[in-house]
């Protein structure tokens, strides 16, 4: 299984539009990918309202795992996505 531990690059955290955008960019990457804060319970990355629901601060620490065969450059996009706590999704996401 493939894991990127990150901090939340986001002010405001994972609320509204950075959720959004992250939610996104996980559907996207077209592997399952699971998101959890450092000491919580992994939920779907492609979820809006699990996303919304981890409650993640900026700052706080979140794992980003998958077990798919491809996995390490999806997770490398969107660790880089949170820790830079980008305003818009890039288009190599």
Request: overall charge negative; proline content about 4%; charged content about 25%.
């Amino acid at each position: 299984m493939a894991e990127r531990r990150v901090n939340v690059g986001w002010a405001e955290g994972l609320h509204a539009r950075p959720a959004s955008i992250f939610v996104r960019a996980a559907t996207a990457s077209g592997v399952p990918v699971t998101i959890a804060k450092a000491d919580g319970s992994p939920v779907n990355a492609a979820s809006m309202l699990a996303v919304l629901g981890l409650g993640a601060q900026g700052g706080d620490e979140i794992v980003l795992f998958s077990d798919a065969d491809d996995a390490d450059a999806a997770l490398d996009r969107l660790a880089k996505l949170v820790a830079e706590g980008l305003d818009e999704l890039p288009e190599t996401v």
